[in-house]
């Protein structure tokens, strides 16, 4: 049975997913979560992913789990084609570093300016009660709605979204001179999928001016959004300029 996607169309996390399974070549038939109606809060998607996110996918009727793991799950099973991980046990710890990091550091930080500045609405309009409930019900999350506080971040936490972005921006920078194109060295590997939607999300969100002094950095997106991967995993309407056409007038003036 084909692989079942549950993923959002404009989801950082399910980008990842739909780029590695562009890259290997595997076919998967979707499924949309709702997250605007909380669909991934509800039992029947629970059952599939306890933590209450997305993506995950159900492959010959095992539910696999977390953007990161999945991408290796796919590389494993699915061997042929393009190898997305080193051999060498020494490249492939340091790709496993550079997975912990973007799961860590810049994928929690890109998503403070996201709800500060795209998807606030959605919780201003929302009595105290109804914010309880639903920040309550957020499984992985309510830590990070106990932190937005319905209208919004404190400055020192938007300010620390920043500096950690980039900071890893700069980090990266260091790496590609001194060992790229890729964050690898040669190998184009699943840290490099891992790391892109995050750049499309900043660039999406006018932020695209923290890389303009990281020339390798900047070569680096330029050579990821070339591959065909990239415009499979983001089909129209999975870009928060899609979503928001307000940004892509923001962009042109
Ligand atoms: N560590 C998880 C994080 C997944 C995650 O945070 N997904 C977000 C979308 S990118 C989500 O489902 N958020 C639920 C919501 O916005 O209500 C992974 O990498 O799969």
Redesign the pocket.
């Known amino acids: 049975m084909a692989l079942e996607l549950y993923h959002?169309d404009a989801?950082?996390?399910?980008q990842?997913v739909r780029i590695c399974l562009a890259e290997k070549g595997v076919e998967w038939v979707g499924r949309h979560?709702d997250?605007t109606h909380?669909e991934?809060?509800g039992a029947e998607f629970l059952a599939i992913n306890p933590?209450?996110?997305?993506?995950?996918f159900v492959h010959d009727g095992t539910p696999i789990?977390?953007?990161?793991v999945?991408c290796e799950y796919v590389e494993e099973v699915w061997p042929d084609g393009t190898r997305l991980t080193p051999e060498d046990p020494k490249k492939r710890a340091e790709m496993r570093a550079w997975l912990r990091y973007i799961?860590e550091v810049p994928?929690m930080a890109v998503?403070v300016p996201t709800f500060q500045n795209l998807l606030i609405d959605r919780f201003k309009a929302m009595s105290d009660d109804e914010y309880a409930a639903f920040r309550d019900s957020?499984t992985?999350?309510r830590d990070f709605f106990m932190r937005l506080n319905r209208t919004g971040f404190s400055d020192e936490e938007y300010e620390n979204s920043l500096l950690q972005l980039q900071a890893t921006i700069e980090r990266m920078e260091t790496t590609l001179d001194r060992s790229g194109p890729w964050l690898v060295g040669t190998q184009f590997t699943i840290a490099d999928i891992c790391m892109a939607p995050l750049f499309q999300r900043m660039e999406d969100l006018g932020m695209s001016d923290m890389w303009g002094d990281a020339p390798r950095v900047a070569a680096w997106f330029a050579e990821i959004k070339a591959r065909p991967s990239y415009d499979v995993a983001f089909y129209p309407g999975s870009r928060m300029t899609d979503l928001f056409p307000q940004l892509r007038e923001q962009a042109q003036k």
């Open positions: 959002h989801s950082t996390c399910s990842k979560v997250l909380g991934n809060l933590n209450g996110v997305v993506p995950a789990i977390e953007s990161t999945m799961d994928s998503r957020n992985l999350r």
